[in-house]
């Protein structure tokens, strides 16, 4: 069981470290979001512009804490 729970961690902290690095990278906004939107796309997740938008300003308010 700890063992799983190590796993996740791991994979958390991967997963916010991408969405950081990605995040962070000098891009235009409008490029940025359609990378994340495909990217999310491939994992098999579908969100709307809107949705992406505001997922884009929450992990930003997020990282800037």
Do not use: H, N, W
């Not at 799983?4 to 891009?27: D, H, K, N, Q, R």
């Not at 990378?35 to 997740?45: A, V």
């Amino acid at each position: 069981m700890k063992a799983l729970s190590v796993l996740y961690a791991f994979l958390g902290g991967a997963i916010v470290g991408c969405t950081a690095a990605i995040l962070f990278a000098p891009e235009k906004g409008e490029d940025l979001r359609k990378r994340i939107k495909d990217l999310l796309k491939k994992k098999g997740i579908d969100f709307s512009d809107d949705e992406v938008e505001q997922l884009v300003k929450q992990i930003s308010a997020q990282i800037e804490e």
